[in-house]
Structures are given as structure tokens and as C-alpha cells.
């Protein structure tokens, strides 16, 4: 796959916006002086011959509507310009602009910009999916990025990657109010506004506060990103009905704020709308020329039914409860069938919990917001795997604030053989936070909390809550491999940081092994 010089990127870039600098301040949020494009730009959903452009335009005073011109070029200079347009945004959908690029190339980068009020947007740059013939493709996975918790120097870092996307697994951010999970007052990252968001407008304003984070704007800028969200961009452990941070009796009708938060989210991400959103199914398949089929699943909205306790087994285990829901699973079962068919080597979900078996059977599980508070939807999708012959299976997992490595056998506690990994249908990485804290390992007794939980989960590899961070995700046709990595701090602006551990599974295994420290 051909590199691309950031060196050259950033020195053209950084030139056309000299009048507009960027400013790093841990006094504001507003870091950015360019009056117009006060939201920086981004990229996302790319296929092989489109991606999405968007940005936001700060409106004049008093302007209902606003014309904003756009265009995208195969160098940064703007000397060989593919296609550009115009169009109008307005009040209706928070001044934002969303912009499908078709008609272009794929594996290509390309460099985009918008102009508005005589006003220039800073320069980005995306990439098209890779034909069939591409030999390794290179990701990068984050989730739950929490403003008041600290700095967001996992952004800054893999900004600075190789990478042909950026997969973000939910927590965007949070709907909370300051001090309810994190404060924000010494670093100047108190949430806006400050309370729980309910409302269309207060969704707004949190996702302008966090677009308005540089290191957020410079991995937009940077990556097309591939997002899914999970339960905060609406409010704590939702489903389909409600959630736990929803009281119909103070805070209205769930319906109605659910509906503030994906209108928000659409109008604010860098997603394609079309005819599905309207369900709303976020859902969606990503195709990596015959290399790798990414498909991202929704775990919270559509299908989700309410959570149990943990401790009530015969509840955990109805095949009446759902987490995926049956027109998801219906398009999940064909997905995997087309992949099979066309013969991919990479089968990736990505989604937000935890999917492998975490307690013996029998056992109280640790945690009910995971598939193992709906197994009869894990033994769906292990039925489904199996009926379709689905290999080189790998779940991307977000939400958890900590980092996992499993081999994902139906059985880990019954002909599982961690040494071969005899049984294994697929593998599970789950990422770490951005700034979201872990209790994981903490403390005195962190080490042996640890050792107990790979004791006590033959199938499990490596967990580790005491760093925030990302992974790359690394696919050959020959192997996958996961590097985690950690940074140094989160409560001051650092570019520290430190690889931790990294595994390979090679391809028709379904096992993992440890990876030597990259070069």
C-alpha cells in the first residue's frame, strides 16, 4: 500500500492556513481562531469510490441559511482538482454540511476543503476503500472519549499513524453534567453545557464542545473515521425503550430525547444518511477489496432489549431477550454469506461490548452489558458462524475502558485448548479508552486481580486497565495482528507514548500468540 508523507501534508496545509493557526490552550476549548470553520473538518464512511466530507459553518448573525462552497483534489495544493460543488445549509440542521464524494478512485488519497463566508476551512484528507488486489490494510480503533476525564492525547497519537481509516466503537462522548463522571474544572474541560443533555440543542452543543478539541480536529482532519455509537452519545446502558440515566417522570418522554441525540449525531459525524438512517439503522458494511469485510453492528438501539440482573441466570439465557435484534441478525446472516462468497480472508465486526464468555457456567457473570447478558443472541451469531462457514473471524470491542485479548471458542470451558486453540471460531480485541477510566488493575492488589481473571478464563490472553490509549489493527492476506497502545498521561497535554502488547492470529487459525514489540 503506497505511504503517504505527512511531513508534506502537514507543511502545505499548515502554509495555506498561516492566517488561521492552530492554538493549543488548556485555558479554552475553542482552540481554533478560523472564525468560520470553528469545528475543523472531517472525513468518514469511505468506500471504493466515495467518502463523506463534513464540516460546520458558524453562521453570521442572524442567517437562516448559509451557501458553502466545497472541493477535493489528489494533491494538497489544489493544482488537480477531482470534483468540487456548492450547497446550502441552514438552521434546520445545526449550520452543518455533509457532502458524499462519488465518482472516485479507490485506494486513493485525497485532499478536501470547504470556503464560506469568505473564510477558508483548514485542509483534510481521506482515503477511498482499496481495490481487491490490496495486500495489508492498517486500523485504527478507539472509543470512549470523555472531555472532563482529561486530555484526549490518544487523538494526538494516532493522528499521527499510518492508517487507511479510524474505527470508533461509540462513547464519542458523554451526555453527563460536570462532576457526574469526571471534573473538568482544573483542565478547563467542563462539559457544555453543564448538565445532562435531554434536549436537541444540547445534544448540539456537546457534539460542538468536543468537535471543538484540536486533537479531535486533527484525527478528523487526518483519517476518514468509521463510527457506531454506543449508549452515551444518548444516555447510560440504553435500549431500545429507555435507559438507566432516563427518568421519564423528570426528563420527558425517552422517544423524544432518543430522537435529539440521533438527529444530533447525524448532523455532527462524519456518517452517511440515506434512506436507512431513517429507521434509524446505523448498521452497515464496509469492503476492503477481498482482503477484509468490516461489519459494524448496533448493540444499542435498534434490537437491544433491556438489561437484567446479573445474577438472574434464566433471564440472561431467554431466547426471548435480544441484543442485535432479528432484522439485524437477518442482515448480519447474508452479509457473512456474501463475504464468504467472495472469498474475503478478514471477517471484522465491529461493535461496542464485550462479546466472549467471561464466568464459567453456572458462575455469576461479572457484567450483564455484555453478550453474556443476552446469550441466546451470542449462540445466534456462533449458530451463524458455523451454518455459513465464517473464518478469520476478529470482534472489535469498545466500552469497556480497558484492554482484552480473547481466542472466542463456543465452549471455553469444555474441549477448548488454549495452547492450539482448538474450538476457537474467531478472535476478540477490545480496546481501551481515550480519557475513560478503568478500575482494572488498580491499586495494591492490581496484579493479582488480574492473575485471577486469566485463571479463571482459559480463553483469555491479556487484560489491562491501566493505560488510556488505542490499537492498530494490522491485516495481511497471511495474518491479523493487534498492537495496544498506551499513553503516557491524560491530565496534561503529552505526546508520550508506549507500545504495550500486541498479538498475531495467522489466517485459518483463530487463535492468538503474542507479538514481538513492533519495529
Same mark, same amino acid.
Given at each position: 500500500?503506497?505511504?503517504?508523507?505527512?511531513?508534506?501534508?502537514?507543511?502545505?496545509?499548515?502554509?495555506?492556513?498561516?492566517?488561521?493557526?492552530?492554538?493549543?490552550?488548556?485555558?479554552?476549548?475553542?482552540?481554533?481562531?478560523?472564525?468560520?470553520?470553528?469545528?475543523?473538518?472531517?472525513?468518514? %464512511?469511505?468506500?471504493? %469510490?466515495?467518502?463523506?466530507?463534513?464540516?460546520?459553518?458558524?453562521?453570521?448573525?442572524?442567517?437562516?441559511?448559509?451557501?458553502?462552497?466545497?472541493?477535493?483534489?489528489?494533491?494538497?495544493?489544489?493544482?488537480?482538482?477531482?470534483?468540487? @460543488?456548492?450547497?446550502?445549509? =441552514?438552521?434546520?440542521?445545526?449550520?452543518?454540511?455533509?457532502?458524499?464524494?462519488?465518482?472516485?478512485?479507490?485506494?486513493?488519497?485525497?485532499?478536501?476543503?470547504?470556503?464560506?463566508?469568505?473564510?477558508?476551512?483548514?485542509?483534510?484528507?481521506?482515503?477511498?476503500?482499496?481495490?481487491?488486489?490490496?495486500?495489508?490494510?492498517?486500523?485504527?480503533?478507539?472509543?470512549?472519549?470523555?472531555?472532563?476525564? @482529561?486530555?484526549?492525547?490518544? *487523538?494526538?497519537?494516532?493522528?499521527?499513524?499510518?492508517?487507511?481509516?479510524?474505527?470508533?466503537?461509540?462513547?464519542?462522548?458523554?451526555?453527563?453534567?460536570?462532576?457526574?463522571?469526571?471534573?473538568?474544572?482544573?483542565?478547563?474541560?467542563?462539559?457544555?453545557?453543564?448538565?445532562?443533555?435531554?434536549?436537541?440543542?444540547?445534544?448540539?452543543?456537546?457534539?460542538?464542545?468536543?468537535?471543538?478539541?484540536?486533537?479531535?480536529? +486533527?484525527?478528523?482532519?487526518?483519517?476518514?473515521?468509521?463510527?457506531?455509537?454506543?449508549?452515551? +452519545?444518548?444516555?447510560?446502558?440504553?435500549?431500545?425503550?429507555?435507559?438507566?440515566?432516563?427518568?421519564?417522570?423528570?426528563? =420527558?418522554?425517552?422517544?423524544?430525547?432518543?430522537?435529539?441525540?440521533?438527529?444530533?449525531?447525524?448532523?455532527?459525524?462524519?456518517?452517511?444518511?440515506?434512506?436507512?438512517?431513517?429507521?434509524?439503522?446505523?448498521?452497515?458494511?464496509?469492503?476492503? @477489496?477481498?482482503?477484509?469485510?468490516?461489519?459494524?453492528?448496533?448493540?444499542?438501539?435498534?434490537?437491544?432489549?433491556? $438489561?437484567?440482573?446479573?445474577?438472574?441466570?434464566?433471564?440472561?439465557?431467554?431466547?426471548?431477550?435480544?441484543?442485535?435484534?432479528?432484522?439485524?441478525?437477518?442482515?448480519?446472516?447474508?452479509?457473512?454469506?456474501?463475504?464468504?462468497?467472495?472469498?474475503?480472508?478478514?471477517?471484522?465486526?465491529?461493535?461496542?461490548?464485550?462479546?466472549?464468555?467471561?464466568?464459567?457456567? =453456572?458462575?455469576?457473570?461479572?457484567?450483564?452489558?455484555?453478550?453474556?447478558?443476552?446469550?441466546?443472541?451470542?449462540?445466534?451469531?456462533?449458530?451463524?458462524?458455523?451454518?455459513?462457514?465464517?473464518?478469520?473471524?476478529?470482534?472489535?470491542?469498545?466500552?469497556?475502558?480497558?484492554?482484552?485479548?480473547?481466542?472466542?471458542?463456543?465452549?471455553? *470451558?469444555?474441549?477448548?485448548?488454549?495452547?492450539?486453540?482448538?474450538?476457537?471460531? =474467531?478472535?476478540?480485541?477490545?480496546?481501551?479508552?481515550?480519557?475513560?477510566?478503568?478500575?482494572?488493575?488498580?491499586?495494591?492488589?492490581?496484579?493479582?486481580?488480574?492473575?485471577?481473571?486469566?485463571?479463571?478464563?482459559?480463553?483469555?490472553?491479556?487484560?489491562?486497565?491501566?493505560?488510556?490509549?488505542?490499537?492498530?489493527?494490522?491485516?495481511?492476506?497471511?495474518?491479523?495482528?493487534?498492537?495496544? *497502545?498506551?499513553?503516557?498521561?491524560?491530565? $496534561?497535554?503529552?505526546?508520550? $507514548?508506549?507500545?504495550?502488547?500486541?498479538?498475531?492470529?495467522?489466517?485459518?487459525?483463530?487463535?492468538?500468540?503474542?507479538?514481538?514489540?513492533?519495529?
Amino acid at each position: 500500500m503506497r505511504s503517504i508523507s505527512r511531513r508534506g501534508f502537514l507543511t502545505t496545509s499548515g502554509a495555506a492556513l498561516a492566517a488561521l493557526p492552530w492554538v493549543r490552550s488548556v485555558d479554552a476549548l475553542a482552540q481554533v481562531t478560523n472564525p468560520v470553520f470553528r469545528h475543523g473538518v472531517a472525513s468518514g %464512511d469511505p468506500l471504493s %469510490d466515495r467518502v463523506i466530507l463534513w464540516t460546520r459553518v458558524t453562521p453570521a448573525a442572524g442567517a437562516a441559511a448559509q451557501s458553502v462552497s466545497w472541493e477535493l483534489a489528489r494533491d494538497e495544493k489544489f493544482t488537480r482538482v477531482v470534483t468540487r @460543488g456548492e450547497l446550502q445549509t =441552514g438552521a434546520a440542521r445545526d449550520f452543518t454540511v455533509k457532502v458524499d464524494a462519488v465518482g472516485l478512485e479507490a485506494g486513493t488519497t485525497y485532499y478536501y476543503r470547504f470556503q464560506a463566508n469568505k473564510g477558508q476551512s483548514p485542509v483534510g484528507r481521506t482515503r477511498t476503500l482499496p481495490p481487491n488486489n490490496v495486500s495489508r490494510i492498517r486500523l485504527g480503533v478507539v472509543s470512549c472519549s470523555n472531555l472532563p476525564q @482529561g486530555y484526549f492525547n490518544a *487523538y494526538a497519537c494516532l493522528a499521527n499513524r499510518d492508517v487507511d481509516a479510524v474505527l470508533h466503537l461509540g462513547d464519542y462522548f458523554y451526555e453527563y453534567a460536570n462532576k457526574q463522571y469526571g471534573d473538568g474544572t482544573a483542565l478547563g474541560r467542563i462539559p457544555a453545557p453543564d448538565k445532562e443533555i435531554i434536549s436537541l440543542q444540547e445534544y448540539r452543543e456537546r457534539h460542538a464542545q468536543y468537535k471543538a478539541d484540536p486533537d479531535s480536529q +486533527e484525527i478528523h482532519r487526518r483519517h476518514p473515521f468509521i463510527v457506531v455509537w454506543d449508549d452515551h +452519545e444518548f444516555a447510560n446502558n440504553t435500549w431500545w425503550g429507555g435507559a438507566e440515566n432516563h427518568t421519564p417522570e423528570t426528563e =420527558g418522554d425517552w422517544t423524544i430525547r432518543r430522537a435529539a441525540a440521533i438527529q444530533s449525531y447525524y448532523e455532527w459525524m462524519p456518517i452517511r444518511e440515506d434512506l436507512q438512517t431513517l429507521t434509524p439503522r446505523i448498521y452497515r458494511t464496509f469492503r476492503f @477489496g477481498n482482503l477484509a469485510t468490516l461489519f459494524m453492528l448496533d448493540t444499542r438501539i435498534v434490537g437491544r432489549d433491556q $438489561e437484567v440482573d446479573r445474577k438472574d441466570a434464566a433471564a440472561l439465557a431467554s431466547p426471548a431477550r435480544s441484543l442485535l435484534g432479528a432484522a439485524q441478525e437477518n442482515w448480519l446472516a447474508r452479509e457473512f454469506a456474501e463475504s464468504v462468497r467472495n472469498n474475503t480472508t478478514w471477517n471484522v465486526l465491529g461493535q461496542q461490548v464485550m462479546f466472549a464468555q467471561q464466568s464459567a457456567p =453456572g458462575a455469576v457473570i461479572p457484567n450483564a452489558d455484555t453478550w453474556d447478558g443476552y446469550q441466546a443472541s451470542r449462540e445466534h451469531l456462533f449458530d451463524m458462524i458455523e451454518r455459513i462457514k465464517v473464518n478469520n473471524l476478529a470482534v472489535l470491542t469498545g466500552d469497556i475502558h480497558s484492554s482484552w485479548a480473547y481466542d472466542l471458542p463456543r465452549r471455553p *470451558y469444555d474441549g477448548y485448548d488454549k495452547k492450539s486453540g482448538k474450538g476457537s471460531l =474467531g478472535v476478540e480485541f477490545a480496546g481501551t479508552s481515550i480519557s475513560s477510566p478503568s478500575s482494572l488493575g488498580a491499586g495494591p492488589d492490581g496484579a493479582k486481580q488480574i492473575a485471577g481473571i486469566l485463571a479463571n478464563r482459559p480463553h483469555l490472553h491479556y487484560a489491562n486497565g491501566q493505560y488510556r490509549g488505542y490499537f492498530i489493527l494490522d491485516l495481511t492476506k497471511e495474518r491479523m495482528q493487534a498492537d495496544f *497502545y498506551g499513553v503516557a498521561t491524560v491530565q $496534561e497535554r503529552n505526546m508520550k $507514548e508506549r507500545f504495550e502488547k500486541g498479538f498475531i492470529t495467522e489466517s485459518g487459525r483463530n487463535h492468538l500468540v503474542e507479538a514481538s514489540k513492533p519495529a
